[in-house]
T-cell receptor, first 115, second 114 residues
Framework: AQKVTQAQTEISVVEKEDVTLDCVYE???????LFWYKQPPSGELVFLIR??????QNEISGRYSWNFQKSTSSFNFTITASQVVDSAVYFC????????????FGTGTRLTVIP | DTEVTQTPKHLVMGMTNKKSLKCEQH?????MYWYKQKAKKPPELMFV???????INESVPSRFSPECPNSSLLNLHLHALQPEDSALYLCASRLGLAGDYEQYFGPGTRLTVT
């Protein structure tokens, strides 16, 4: 069974602080994909990153970075020098290996960046 | 262009009304999805279409009726809804069902059933 756990329900940081959002997953598949999506108050889910299970390289995109560790089944997301516009709910998701590649979402972490 | 559009943005309907939600994408994606999201919860999958055919129905009540008239368009017809159906309805698309691709989401329709 697929499961994604985001233990942090809500996080508040002051602008310019760094913040890490945790994501732990469970799967029996040997090939799988992990995702992060951002959902601002407007409601749209914005795709941030996709990582497949064979690629454990960390990735950096501007102020965003992701740390994928298969040994601990974690795919953590760090925002450096946070900004007010980063305030949103962030979802980590796992896709299965059935034909539909359905997304299994974690419960989300609400990040509030205080100016 | 990674845009998925949804109309209307907001919808208020009575329990006896019939209404439709519309979703459109012009990215050439062949898989399209409907999700329901309640407040402070993650999205829940409702339906999946692949090449305009219904692929997955996650045991959704028949008062929700999906339709995919062509590869760019996805509708969700609503009839005799209940107040507990009030939620954000999200549409998404993907290049195909199989393969290493992400889903792109629309801005959603906020539905209130009175």
């Amino acid at each position: 069974a697929q499961k994604v756990t985001q233990a942090q329900t809500e996080i508040s940081v002051v602008e310019k602080e760094d913040v890490t959002l945790d994501c732990v997953y469970e799967t029996r598949d040997t090939t799988y994909y992990l995702f992060w999506y951002k959902q601002p108050p407007s409601g749209e889910l914005v795709f941030l990153i996709r990582r497949n299970s064979f690629d454990e390289q960390n990735e950096i995109s501007g102020r965003y970075s992701w740390n994928f560790q298969k040994s601990t089944s974690s795919f953590n997301f760090t925002i450096t020098a946070s900004q007010v516009v980063d305030s949103a709910v962030y979802f980590c998701a796992l896709s299965d290996q059935t034909g539909a590649n359905n997304l299994f979402f974690g419960t989300g972490t609400r990040l509030t960046v205080i100016p | 262009d990674t845009e998925v559009t949804q109309t209307p943005k907001h919808l208020v309907m009575g329990m006896t009304n019939k209404k439709s939600l519309k979703c459109e994408q012009h990215m050439g994606h062949r898989a399209m999805y409907w999700y329901k999201q309640k407040a402070k919860k993650p999205p829940e999958l409702m339906f999946v279409y692949s090449y305009e055919k219904l692929s997955i129905n996650e045991s959704v009540p028949s008062r929700f009726s999906p339709e995919c008239p062509n590869s760019s368009l996805l509708n969700l017809h609503l009839h005799a809804l209940q107040p507990e159906d009030s939620a954000l309805y999200l549409c998404a698309s993907r290049l195909g069902l199989a393969g290493d691709y992400e889903q792109y989401f629309g801005p959603g329709t906020r539905l209130t059933v009175t």
